[in-house]
Structure formats: structure tokens, C-alpha cells
């Protein structure tokens, strides 16, 4: 049925354990492609888009295997295969591939990806850095083909810190000829999960989590064990959804030190929380604060795939509250679901004002992608009533069970 079935309206209380990253795991396993070796990957979360890259690593040649959270993937017998198919077309993390494949073969054909639909999400700035490392690239209609004679190593300065141009090209400059200085690289985590992960096969990568890196190429890259870190996405997700409902939980392996802009918001709303080595706790004894105004913008900064949940929380926070979307031109698709349950949410343009109602109620409400699928579930809980949240499968690309760590947190939720 693809459905999500909540009755909401209590408090949470309990301890879940997060999951492995999403957005870490995906680059990492495209890097195993570059490395000819049996890489193996712990704490790979389970996730329907760790499966799409399996597939499409398996179509590639990879022996990919599965045991418990961990994955091996032998990436030494490769074909240099067009990389297509419902796992490209569907899925935006498809595109690390096009760096890993000009790194292991020099060549690629590959379908545009899709993913998400929050934007327009071209793919210009992985292009334009790519050629200055000498790939020429042909577009047809469905396809495009990069292509080097001699993949080299360049200066290069990305217009925009994207996270996918970043990883495209760290993943090709490893193995080109001679260094690359990438300047205004992202700084996400899940870059130095990847520069991690490369260094420990035995690239050579400085600057990592800075804005510049220099990235040696053509060093020998060899199988690595490596573990992937904890989402701090899907931590956040539950960090805010004890604001939306009030209790105490705790968040096993929440990756706390990356989690600093929503942590600091948390605070201001309302929660009182505590770091440790192990996790987060989390409590919310009062009604939270409207938020007056927030804007997303790339890491350390508050991260727009938050966006989504918080805008759920803040639906019920007593007064008005403003959020500004900077990194996606069409990410408050979850804000006419939420009317459907009462909140009341003004968007313009790249702003949401979101006037604090007393109560969400429950109804059936769908699911558009990912994180808004996320923020409807944290909808569902806050609401008296029942609610269904309809086109799962969005929400299963980035959490392994949502449910199971919603009942962990004592919330009433099943799958159907
Ligand atoms: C990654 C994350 C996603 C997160 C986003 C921003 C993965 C699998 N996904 O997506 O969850 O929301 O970072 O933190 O890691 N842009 C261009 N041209 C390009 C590339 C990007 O204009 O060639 C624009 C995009 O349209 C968007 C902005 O840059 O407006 C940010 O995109 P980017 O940082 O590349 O995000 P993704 O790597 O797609």
C-alpha cells in the first residue's frame, strides 16, 4: 500500500539508534569503483538507495555482497558499460559515477540522473569542472558522454560549493595525472567521509572539511575497511520531532559535532539537550518558540535538507515564523500537505511564513520526496488522530525503518 499509518498527539519517549549516512555512503560506494580491490564498507544503512547503487555497481561488473550492515565490493573486474537505467534515472547519487568512471576507464556514457524533485538541479558545475581536467563532454538527448584522452590534474574554482560537483571531482582527481587544487569545495561531512575513505585506500588529500583541496593524483589505491559515520540528517529528524511532540529520548551514535547549527535552533526553540560520546539526549518540557527567521545555506550552516522537518515543528510553535530557502529553488512542496492538517504556511518564493495553530489534525497526506516525506511523518506524530502519509517508498531512499525508530520513541506507527 506504500503508506506510513500514525496516531498521533503524545509525547516521545525512548532511545533509537541512527543509522549510517546516506549522503556519505552513496560516494563512498561509487570510490570502491575506483579502487581495484575488495572494498569493505561498515554501517551501511539500509536504504533503497544504497540498493539502486548496488544495482548499478553490479551492472558495472562489481561483486557487491551484503552481510548484516556490512557491504564488500570487489571492483576488480569492471566493464566500462553505459550507466542507465532506473537507478541513474532515479536517483541523483547515480552521477558519482561519472567521476569514478573517468577515473577508473577515462570514459563514460551515462543517463542524466534524477533524484528528488526539488529544483531544477542541473548538472553545469560538475560539467564545467570536469572539462578543466581535460574531459570533453557530448550531450544526446537522453545520454551524455565524458570523455578523457589523459585525465590531468588543474586548478579549479567551483562558482557554487556543491556537494555533488565536489565529490565528482575529488573522485576523478585521485586518479589523474599531477594535482588538483579544488577551491570553494564544499565542506559538508560527507566530503571528509569520502576524502576519509580514499585516504585510508592511499590517495593523498589535503584540506579535508576546507573549502580548498588538494588532491595528489595516480597514487596506488588499495581494498580498505572502512565505516560509514552516522546520518546527522536523519539524527535532526528526530531531534526535531521531540520539539514537535515534547518528552525525552535519546539518540544513540547521533554524530553531535555535525549536527552544531541544528543543535544551536533546537536550543533556541526549547529543547534542553546533552552531548556525549554515546548520543543526544534530547528533552522538551514546555511549548516551543517560533523561529522569527531561519535560512538553509551549505554546512556549518543550517542544512536545507532540514528544512522539510522543521517546517512541520515550527507549523505548531506559538507566533509566526519565517524560513528562508537558499539552496533549492522548489523545496516547500510538503507546505500544501500540511495545510491539509490544519498549519497554516505562506510560501513566496524562496520564504515560508508560518503562523504557529494550536493542534495539527490527522488526515491522508502524500509524500512528494524525500525529506518532506520526513516531515510529514514528524506531522503525523504532532497530530490528534490518525494520519496516513501515502508514497513511502520516498522516505525508504533515506531511512532505513522509520517506523521501527518511531516505535522505539514509543510513537503509534506501522507500515501499510
Ligand atoms: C547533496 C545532497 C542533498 C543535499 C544537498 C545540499 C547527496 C546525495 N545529496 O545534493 O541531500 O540537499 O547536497 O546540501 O549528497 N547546482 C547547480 N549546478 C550543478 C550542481 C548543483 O546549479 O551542477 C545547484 C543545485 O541546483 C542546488 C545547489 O546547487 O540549487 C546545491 O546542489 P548540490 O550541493 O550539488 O547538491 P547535491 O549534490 O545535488
Known amino acids: 500500500m506504500d503508506a506510513i499509518r500514525i496516531r498521533g498527539g503524545n509525547a516521545l519517549f525512548g532511545e533509537t539508534k541512527i543509522q549510517g549516512s546516506k549522503n556519505a555512503v552513496l560516494p563512498v560506494m561509487a570510490a570502491a569503483l575506483l579502487i581495484e580491490d575488495i572494498s569493505i564498507i561498515e554501517n551501511c544503512p539500509r536504504i533503497t538507495d544504497v540498493l539502486h547503487m548496488q544495482k548499478l555497481l553490479t551492472k558495472i561488473g562489481c561483486k557487491v555482497s551484503r552481510s548484516g550492515r556490512t557491504l564488500m565490493i570487489d571492483a576488480r573486474h569492471v566493464s566500462r558499460d553505459k550507466v542507465a537505467g532506473e537507478s541513474v534515472t532515479g536517483m541523483r547519487s547515480s552521477l558519482m559515477l561519472l567521476g569514478a568512471m573517468l577515473g577508473r576507464f577515462g570514459e563514460v556514457t551515462m543517463e542524466y540522473p534524477g533524484g528528488c524533485v526539488i529544483g531544477k538541479r542541473p548538472i553545469d558545475i560538475h560539467l564545467d569542472a570536469l572539462q578543466k581536467m581535460g574531459v570533453s563532454i557530448q550531450k544526446e538527448e537522453e545520454t551524455f558522454t565524458a570523455m578523457a584522452k589523459r585525465l590531468t590534474g588543474s586548478v579549479i574554482t567551483l562558482p557554487f560549493p556543491s556537494v555533488g560537483a565536489t565529490e565528482n571531482v575529488i573522485l576523478a582527481a585521485v586518479r589523474a595525472k599531477g594535482v588538483t587544487v579544488l577551491q570553494n569545495a564544499?565542506?559538508?561531512?560527507?566530503?571528509?567521509?569520502?576524502?576519509?575513505?580514499?585516504?585510508?585506500?592511499?590517495?593523498?588529500?589535503?584540506?579535508?572539511?576546507?573549502?580548498?583541496?588538494?588532491?595528489?593524483?595516480?597514487?596506488?589505491?588499495?581494498g580498505v575497511q572502512f565505516k560509514v559515520p552516522s546520518d546527522r540528517i536523519v539524527a535532526g529528524t528526530y531531534l526535531f520531532s521531540v520539539l514537535g511532540t515534547g518528552g525525552h529520548i535519546f539518540l544513540r551514535d547521533a554524530p553531535v559535532s555535525q549536527m552544531r547549527s541544528m543543535l544551536k535552533l533546537a536550543v533556541e526553540m526549547g529543547a534542553e539537550v546533552t552531548a556525549s560520546g554515546e548520543g543526544l539526549s534530547v528533552i522538551v518540557s514546555a511549548g516551543k518558540k517560533a523561529v522569527p527567521y531561519v535560512k538553509?545555506?551549505?554546512?556549518?550552516?543550517?542544512?536545507?535538507?532540514?528544512?522539510?522537518?522543521?517546517?512541520?515543528?515550527?507549523?505548531?510553535?506559538?507566533?509566526?515564523?519565517?524560513?528562508?530557502?537558499?539552496?533549492?529553488?522548489?523545496?516547500?512542496?510538503?507546505?500544501?500537505?500540511?495545510?491539509?492538517?490544519?498549519?497554516?504556511?505562506?510560501?513566496?518564493?524562496?520564504?515560508?511564513?508560518?503562523?504557529?495553530?494550536?493542534?495539527?489534525?490527522?488526515?491522508?497526506?502524500?509524500?512528494?520526496?524525500?525529506?518532506?516525506?520526513a516531515g510529514l511523518v514528524i506531522a503525523g506524530c504532532m497530530a490528534e488522530g490518525e494520519t496516513i502519509v501515502r508514497n513511502r517508498h520516498f522516505i525508504e531512499r533515506g531511512y532505513e525503518d522509520i517506523c521501527r525508530d518511531y516505535q522505539d520513541l514509543g510513537v503509534n506507527i506501522v507500515t501499510e
Open 186 to 222: 564544499a565542506k559538508e561531512p560527507e566530503i571528509t567521509a569520502l576524502c576519509n575513505f580514499l585516504q585510508k585506500a592511499g590517495a593523498l588529500i589535503e584540506g579535508t572539511g576546507g573549502p580548498v583541496l588538494i588532491i595528489q593524483g595516480g597514487c596506488r589505491l588499495h
Open 296 to 373: 538553509t545555506d551549505v554546512y556549518p550552516g543550517f542544512p536545507t535538507d532540514m528544512q522539510s522537518p522543521l517546517m512541520a515543528v515550527l507549523s505548531t510553535a506559538a507566533g509566526v515564523s519565517v524560513i528562508e530557502e537558499t539552496i533549492f529553488e522548489d523545496r516547500f512542496r510538503m507546505a500544501l500537505e500540511l495545510s491539509k492538517m490544519g498549519a497554516e504556511i505562506l510560501t513566496d518564493g524562496k520564504k515560508a511564513v508560518i503562523t504557529g495553530v494550536e493542534k495539527l489534525h490527522g488526515c491522508e497526506v502524500y509524500a512528494k520526496e524525500l525529506r518532506g516525506g
